[in-house]
């Protein structure tokens, strides 16, 4: 999945990466940026504030994390 972050009022980064658990309150995301694994955990209400926007990714760009 493609993921747009917000980082201010009009700074977003857009990255690729891999929803990995759901838990009632949060779910965690791992990202892979420069050969460095991360996992991040986000807020269901980041979603709804649209600070974090997720987008199925094209087959044809995809790259498995």
Avoid: H, W
Avoid at 34 to 49: A, C, H, P, Q
Wanted: proline share 2%.
């Amino acid at each position: 999945m493609k993921f747009k972050l917000k980082k201010g009022k009009k700074a977003a980064v857009i990255t690729e990466g891999v929803i990995t658990d759901v838990y009632p309150s949060v779910f965690t995301v791992q990202f892979e940026s420069k050969g460095l694994k991360r996992i991040v955990s986000f807020n269901y209400i980041d979603i709804v504030t649209n600070n974090v926007e997720f987008f199925k990714c094209d087959e044809n760009e995809t790259k498995i994390v």
